[in-house]
């Protein structure tokens, strides 16, 4: 195998982006913008802290970054996809977007997510109450009459 062979005729007709994680030119497909072997990375990454958060019930977003030897952000990004759930508020250290009670994963706490969706079908739904029809007044005609001589 060459390295490199015909590389410069394939990278003008594929959509080639530079990986968001290590900056190496991959072929874009579709997804985050992170190159195979990172994407897998980055799996393995996920079941390593899935697994160690599922044996140590309690954990914090701390211990488990330096355990897994994974970025505290990472972590902190799947708990808001709700992809990973700490066994306690403590741990998942995260707090509701909107009233700052502290949650599990995802941005909002139950209530607030409750408000959030009857917000919105509130909005979507239209008013039931008859709008009032507006009478005109009997004074108007006679107005014009008067003003017309
Ligand atoms: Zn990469
Ligand atoms: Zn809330």
């Not at 990172?38 to 211990?63: N, R």
Request: glycine share 10%; aromatic share 6%; charged share 35%.
């Amino acid at each position: 195998m060459r390295d490199g062979y015909e590389e410069k005729e394939i990278l003008l007709v594929m959509d080639v982006r530079n990986c968001k994680k290590c900056g190496k030119l991959f072929n874009y497909v579709a997804g985050p913008g992170i190159c195979p072997a990172c994407l897998e990375k980055s799996e393995e990454d996920f079941q390593k802290v899935k697994e160690y958060i599922e044996q140590h019930p309690g954990v914090t977003v701390a211990t488990t970054a330096e355990e897994c030897e994974v970025e505290v952000g990472q972590i902190r990004q799947w708990l808001r996809e709700e992809r990973l759930t700490f066994s306690s508020t403590e741990g998942s250290d995260l707090v509701c977007e909107k009233c700052g009670a502290p949650i599990l994963s995802g941005r909002f706490c139950d209530k607030c997510k409750l408000e959030v969706s009857r917000g919105l079908s509130d909005a979507i739904k239209k008013p039931d109450a008859p709008q009032p029809v507006k009478k005109s007044e009997p004074g108007g005609n006679k107005m014009r009459f008067l003003g017309g001589r």
